[in-house]
């Protein structure tokens, strides 16, 4: 079984995770999705993370009492070769970590360089990877234990059209295109919005706020491909 780590502190988790099953449920791939509170709640058994977006200042705020973002650094630099998919302002706490960790990737990046919460839009944008064909697998919605449901999403998708993936940008951070040495996946216009790292994957929109899965299907197809010894 593959577990995928759901970095529980702030942002759409919960349609990060709704994706994550959809994707494995038309791939017919078991996942269990874990979701990480505390720094106990990550270990070796772990193959995957998410990094939601969110605020990133008080992500890091947020995690201190329970060593959640440390132990997520930790846990990366100990296991480099599993994938990290980080949307808003998880791709900042990869290009930023604290305490004089080197970044995860190697690309600069601006917090809410798009503006306030009203700068918030939708945008066609250009991705590198393979669009996901997907054939109606769905799971039931259910509330957690906190009554948190998912988003119904959907609507961005129709309007964006087949050919280009829909963008949903919030308080977007922003890529300096002059300090990005990784490879670039995604592009609006001409400007960056999506690198690739080996394997950590950052991107500065809303991937799991669409029905586009296909970041979600890197995620897991780069688990899939990780040797017994990563």
Not at 149 to 176: C, H, K, N, S
Not at 206 to 216: A, G, Y
Request: glycine share 8%; charged share 25%; aromatic share 6%.
């Amino acid at each position: 079984m593959m577990r995928v780590g759901l970095a529980m502190l702030q942002g759409a988790r919960h349609e990060h995770e709704e994706a994550i099953l959809s994707i494995a449920k038309e791939f017919q791939q078991n996942i269990e999705v874990v979701h990480l509170r505390r720094a106990e709640d990550l270990d070796a058994s772990i193959h995957g993370l998410v990094l939601p977006g969110g605020e990133s200042t008080t992500m890091r705020i947020a995690s201190r009492s329970e060593g959640l973002l440390d132990s997520i650094y930790a846990w990366m630099e100990t296991y480099p070769n599993r994938p990290v998919l980080g949307t808003c302002a998880g791709a900042i706490l990869l290009a930023m970590p604290s305490d004089g960790r080197q970044p995860f990737i190697q690309a600069k990046i601006s917090r809410n360089a798009w503006g306030r919460q009203r700068q918030s839009f939708e945008a066609p944008i250009d991705v590198t990877l393979n669009r996901v064909e997907m054939q109606g697998a769905s799971i039931e919605r259910k509330p957690d234990v906190f009554g948190h449901t998912p988003l119904v999403v959907g609507d961005v998708d129709a309007r964006i059209g087949d050919d280009a993936f829909p963008g949903v940008f919030i308080r977007a951070p922003r890529f300096d295109s002059d300090g990005i040495t990784c490879e670039v996946i995604a592009r609006f216009g001409d400007e960056i919005v999506g690198v690739r790292d080996g394997s950590k994957c950052a991107v500065t929109f809303h991937p799991e706020l669409t029905n586009d899965r296909r970041f979600h299907a890197w995620l897991l197809n780069e688990i899939t491909a990780l040797s017994p010894t990563d």
